[in-house]
């Protein structure tokens, strides 16, 4: 009886586990964002962001920069930018999905929220 009810608190622990964190992508934060400037080169653009998690060969203008978090048992957060290039200059950035609030733009101390 007593090796039953040891077994049973140790499955019992075992679902309680914590799970880790699974990060994959590149982190896009609200400072790199706002480094980019239209007519940047690829080279000034990879400097910044680092090189894109993806480049389509079928689209060689366009990198997405990808970032996904499950932060243990909880929802998966997804975000990041698609850069298009044109003539080997950055031309437009669209952004997807909410960025992480550590790096949303913060109110200066003593701001009064509307």
């Given at each position: ?75 998966i957060i997804r975000y990041g930018a698609t850069l298009y ?28 929220r509307l």
């Amino acid at each position: 009886m007593q090796k039953l009810l040891i077994f049973i608190t140790v499955i019992m622990l075992i679902g309680c586990a914590h799970k880790i964190d699974i990060q994959q992508g590149n982190v896009v934060s609200e400072e790199m964002l706002a480094s980019l400037q239209p007519g940047m080169t690829p080279r000034q653009v990879v400097a910044v962001m680092g090189s894109p998690m993806l480049q389509d060969p079928f689209h060689a203008d366009r990198w997405d920069y990808y970032y996904s978090m499950r932060p243990g048992r909880d929802e998966i957060i997804r975000y990041g930018a698609t850069l298009y290039f044109a003539d080997e200059q950055l031309q437009r950035i669209e952004r997807w999905g909410p960025l992480p609030e550590q790096d949303r733009p913060r109110p200066a101390p003593g701001a009064s929220r509307l």
